[in-house]
């Protein structure tokens, strides 16, 4: 994998899950060259992975190198003028298309200047760059400003068509462009919101088809309807929220990146009370709380509460930018704080104004009640229902938590105590599960070889027989290194990734000790037992190994959560290949 466009996330490996997601996206990815694929929006709330998601996609189409290529612009929260955001638009896709075709990722993140993609075109004999730039710059000189956005946002249904290739248009909050574009170059009075509709036919395009995002789903849908027409873009609703598998695998990957000691019943208990979701994780780890100990019950549920409720913390920092442009919009009324907190406090079900004015005994009447309602389903704080008159919470956990430390106690006469309920979470899913390890098996066997390579790297210094029964060399390691899925050629015997006339292996997890052993695991995360003729192939894998790098000493192990038939723990046994059916240890 290569990643020419810088992904916000930072480190890629930070980005976990989303099976669900791509399964979809890939489906709809693949119909592209075939041209069956209409243009979609990503609807979703702030801070819920989409933009590292559509990058992410951007860096799978350019380093598959197929028939699609992958054009990436994010339209920035930043007053613009229309030639130069034009003219910004136009570089930035050329750069990417070139990086492509040449397959140079410093290209993707070098925004090229309008002489040097001339200067390519000339050299390269390409007159659609030529002519291009030299409308661009004269357009622009004779102030002939729609004409330069034309060029700019027509580039990739030109290109495609002249060059029978398929383009991938991703618009990173597509919303912005009705706000933040002006025609006045000193950016003054008001921006130019029908710009929107410049997409209206290339949103049709099935060889240059668009994917937008938006972080106010409401916003973007107006956007769409107003200017590009219903149907034109599929909506495509993005939850904020991995599973809970996910969600503890990003737990795991924070806490080894930013080197955060936890346990594995501290990472299950973080994951459930952030909800499985990976900014609010993130937060968590990376939380500037003083007295933040992740590897104890109290001390997580602590570093929580601070994350929500703490105005210096980043959680709350976030989120409460959000809400200031809310209340901005509704002028901050306690009423109609009133009614956002009792909506999403009751998001189980719709209400009609009426029904509010009623149950809340709001002094407004029923047309201004609306009005709000319409402005905070607007704002994406609220979910409008199937009729103008229905609304309802959005059912977001996170957003819950917020606007009750936000504004409960201001309306409703009392703080909400954030520590005991989560301190009552935590005692409801320990009894549910009678104790954390029922959880922590069910995870186990999904992300099995990850938690225990995670607890190798955590612990460091051990002896074998502290994860493992019939240990042969009971050596105490000093663990420098752990890798995971390392991929082995029987051909060539040594660890490369698969060669055309080589059978491919892979050991689940490698880890070297400062001594010069290195131990092998099998992971068996399945609840059947483990047969002979796994235990078998895996002696297989040692022994090429073993002859491979002849100056190591080869512990071998094999972990199997289902347990071993009678007859493969026998050729365990013979064969010094030590055993477990658990991972014991915690962080």
């Not at 290109?159 to 462009?177: G, S, W």
């Not at 994406?380 to 008159?389: E, F, L, M, N, P």
């Not at 040692?542 to 347990?563: D, M, Q, T």
Request: charge should be neutral; include cysteine; proline fraction near 3%.
């Amino acid at each position: 994998m290569q990643y020419p466009l810088t992904e916000k996330i930072g480190e890629p490996e930070l980005f976990v899950g989303r099976h669900k997601e791509f399964r979809q996206i890939n489906k709809w990815l693949g119909n592209i060259p075939k041209r069956l694929s209409k243009s979609r929006a990503i609807l979703a709330r702030r801070k819920s992975g989409k933009t590292a998601f559509v990058q992410r996609i951007f860096n799978q189409l350019w380093t598959f190198n197929g028939m699609v290529i992958p054009f990436y612009f994010d339209i920035k929260e930043t007053k613009v003028w229309y030639p130069t955001f034009a003219i910004d638009y136009y570089r930035t896709f050329v750069s990417q298309y070139l990086s492509f075709i040449q397959r140079d990722e410093r290209l993707a993140g070098k925004l090229l200047s309008l002489d040097q993609i001339r200067a390519y075109g000339v050299a390269h004999s390409l007159e659609i760059l030529v002519d291009d730039v030299d409308s661009l710059k004269t357009d622009k000189e004779r102030g002939e400003y729609d004409l330069v956005w034309k060029t700019a946002y027509s580039a990739p249904h030109r290109f495609a068509e002249q060059f029978n290739r398929r383009f991938l248009v991703i618009l990173d909050e597509f919303q912005n462009i009705t706000r933040f574009v002006y025609r006045d170059e000193k950016c003054e009075g008001k921006p130019d919101e029908t710009l929107a509709g410049s997409f209206h036919y290339h949103s049709e395009s099935k060889i240059a088809p668009m994917l937008v995002t938006g972080s106010y789903a409401g916003w973007l849908l107006s956007v769409i309807h107003q200017y590009l027409e219903a149907g034109r873009l599929k909506p495509t609703y993005f939850s904020p929220y991995l599973t809970n598998e996910e969600g503890l695998q990003v737990v795991y990957k924070y806490a080894e990146f930013y080197q955060e000691a936890i346990t594995n019943e501290t990472a299950v208990q973080i994951n459930e009370l952030c909800m499985a979701d990976p900014f609010f994780i993130s937060c968590v780890i990376q939380s500037d709380y003083e007295g933040k100990k992740l590897s104890t019950t109290e001390g997580v549920i602590n570093t929580v509460n601070y994350e929500i409720s703490d105005r210096r913390a980043e959680m709350f920092l976030n989120w409460g930018e959000y809400l200031e442009k809310t209340l901005q919009r509704i002028n901050g009324e306690q009423q109609s704080k009133q009614m956002l907190l009792h909506l999403n406090k009751y998001a189980d079900r719709y209400w009609t104004p009426q029904q509010l004015k009623d149950k809340l005994h709001l002094d407004l009447s029923v047309v201004e009640i609306q009005r709000i309602l319409v402005i905070l389903s607007e704002v994406d704080v609220i979910d409008k229902g199937t009729s103008d008159i229905q609304f309802r919470g959005l059912q977001d956990g996170t957003l819950n938590l917020v606007l009750r430390h936000r504004f409960e106690e201001e309306i409703e006469g009392f703080a909400p105590n954030f520590p005991q309920e989560f301190s009552d979470k935590i005692q409801e899913l320990k009894a549910k599960n009678r104790s954390l390890q029922g959880k922590l098996n069910h995870y186990a066997g999904i992300v099995g070889e990850h938690l225990l390579a995670t607890a190798f790297r955590s612990k460091k210094r051990f002896a074998l027989s502290e994860f493992f029964q019939n240990v042969t060399d009971n050596t105490r390691l000093n663990i420098i290194n752990v890798r995971e899925r390392i991929k082995m050629n029987v051909a060539s015997s040594v660890t490369s990734f698969q060669r055309d006339d080589g059978k491919e292996m892979e050991i689940d997890i490698v880890a070297s000790s400062k001594c010069g052993r290195e131990i092998l695991v099998e992971v068996k995360k399945t609840q059947e037992k483990t047969s002979l003729n796994i235990v078998e192939d895996f002696q297989e894998k040692v022994e090429v190994y073993r002859k491979s790098f002849p100056e190591k000493i080869i512990l071998s192990a094999c972990l199997s959560l289902g347990g071993f038939r009678t007859d493969a723990a026998q050729f365990c046994e013979t064969h010094g290949i030590a055993t477990a059916t658990e991972i014991k240890h915690y962080l």
